[in-house]
């Protein structure tokens, strides 16, 4: 299982939201090329970066920290928010993303997501499948949808899609432990997916109980920003 470090951007900052509210945000570091290089220091080989403000402004808004980090470290990076369009998607290729996840797109522009599935391949694109209820939320989680995860996820799967990052956005940023039955399920009904957990994380037991589930990621944010899981800790478990 690879532990995924995540760093959230607002106004080029490192910051975390409670359940992805903007009002309730608190910046970590305003230097996040830092918090990168401690990750990638602690034996890590990954980082989810999420453009905040792009996914509010539904354009891509921070790629230049994006270029910053890949640049300067060797982490590979999945970058999130704001990604509408080929020309997004484009800037984001060009500034050293080895990823790129399309969770809003997926929904509201269908076939635009379906052809960069195409061209890029299941290697480069990740499935954004964010859930409240058990339905999809999109754009910064501030819309809610009726589109159904499980089924959400399986039309993408058909298509193709070989990775996808899950969030129950009523345990993100809460400390409360993730979402196993949300996970659980959606690897008995897509057992060739690659599943990448997120949201809630806040211990080392929690890290352990998502392993024993053989998911293939886990995207670990608040948790270390707290002090509720230490990087010596996360090193310890990709060594093992």
């Not at 996914?55 to 999130?80: M, Y």
């Not at 369009?85 to 969770?103: H, M, N, P, R, Y």
């Amino acid at each position: 299982m690879f532990i995924i470090p995540a760093i959230d951007l607002i106004e080029g900052k490192a910051v975390r939201l409670t359940q992805g509210d903007y009002s309730q945000k608190t910046v970590y570091n305003a230097h996040p090329l830092e918090v990168a290089k401690e990750f990638e220091g602690a034996g890590l080989t990954r980082l989810h970066l999420v453009d905040l403000d792009g996914a509010k402004a539904k354009k891509v808004i921070n790629w230049k920290v994006l270029e910053t980090i890949t640049t300067q470290t060797r982490l590979q990076v999945d970058f999130g928010g704001g990604v509408q369009s080929d020309e997004d998607l484009k800037i984001v290729f060009e500034s050293g993303a080895t990823q790129v996840t399309g969770g809003s797109i997926a929904v509201k522009n269908p076939d635009l997501f379906a052809s960069w599935l195409s061209q890029y391949g299941g290697e480069k694109m990740i499935l954004g499948a964010d859930a409240k209820n058990e339905r999809i939320a999109v754009s910064g989680w501030e819309e809610g949808t009726q589109l159904w995860v499980y089924d959400f996820v399986k039309q993408w799967e058909e298509k193709g899609i070989q990775y996808i990052i899950s969030t129950d956005v009523a345990k993100d940023g809460l400390l409360q432990g993730p979402s196993f039955d949300l996970y659980q399920k959606l690897q008995e009904q897509s057992p060739a997916l690659r599943v990448i957990a997120s949201g809630g994380v806040s211990s080392m037991a929690d890290l352990e109980k998502l392993a024993e589930m053989n998911v293939y990621g886990v995207i670990v944010g608040k948790a270390i920003y707290e002090g509720r899981v230490s990087l010596k800790d996360l090193s310890t478990f990709v060594e093992n």
